[in-house]
């Protein structure tokens, strides 16, 4: 609840803090994740400082990482991990004691515990209804975790689909043939996915193939 207009304007910097964190910082992490095939991803933050609890070590989540940060008195990052969670992630950290020794001391007393990075797991992460009514995701350009998801699998796929194809250019070759043609049937038992299909032209082509998409789109011809 708020007093006064300095702790409005100061919650207005955490916020626009909190959401330059979500819209800029997070999203090359997820794109290069992403783009390998991944569902988790680390991203490093600066430390910050937490307040050692009895029985607070280990790796800590979700609810109880933002509980954390706010009681520690981080309030942007913990709006962050809200905006985040809101949008399907998972979150965690593991906890870093800094630990000391006092003299005649079985173990080791905590002086206090940081975290330096958040780890994003969305790999369970399902489709939302559509999140324009939620104040919390306003101004957020961030997508949702099951965008990244599928981003996922789609790369997981389409090395699978990669891999087809060279197999099947290295069969032509052999017989000592400059070209062959492979329909999306020869690699996929699924629909035909345009998209994925673009993107298998543009992998092979990036490996200095020349590809010519024939017959509508649902195959393309491979030339060496």
């Given amino acids: 609840m708020l007093n006064n207009a300095q702790e409005a304007r100061q919650r207005a910097l955490q916020g626009a803090a909190a959401l330059r964190l979500v819209n800029e910082l997070v999203p090359n992490a997820l794109l290069a994740a992403s783009g390998r ?27 109880a990482l933002f509980e954390a940060l706010d009681e520690a008195g981080h309030p ?7 905006k985040l969670i ?3 992630f998972s979150l965690s950290s593991v906890l870093i004691a800094d630990s000391r020794g006092d003299d005649g001391a079985v173990v080791d007393r905590v002086r ?4 330096d990075h958040l780890i994003l797991d969305y790999s369970t992460a399902q489709f939302a209804p559509a999140r324009s009514g939620d104040p919390l995701l306003q101004g957020v350009s961030l997508k949702h975790a099951a965008h990244w998801r599928a981003e996922a699998q789609a ?3 389409l ?8 197999s099947l250019i290295d069969v032509v070759a052999s017989r000592g043939q400059m070209s062959c043609r492979i329909a999306w049937r020869d690699l996929s038992k699924a629909d035909l996915q345009s998209e994925q299909f673009e993107r298998l032209a543009a992998k092979l082509r990036g490996r200095g193939f020349q590809v010519d998409l024939v017959e509508a789109a649902t195959a393309f011809r491979v030339s060496w």
């Fill in 86 to 88: 809101a949008l399907g």
């Fill in 76 to 82: 942007t990052m913990a709006i962050a991990c809200r």
């Fill in 155 to 157: 790369q997981i796929a």
């Fill in 159 to 166: 090395k699978h689909m990669e891999a087809g194809a060279l």
């Fill in 37 to 63: 095939g991944e569902t988790v991803v680390r991203v490093d933050i600066d430390p910050i400082a937490l307040k050692p609890v009895a029985g607070r070590l280990g790796r800590i989540n979700d609810r």
């Fill in 112 to 115: 206090s515990l940081h975290i």
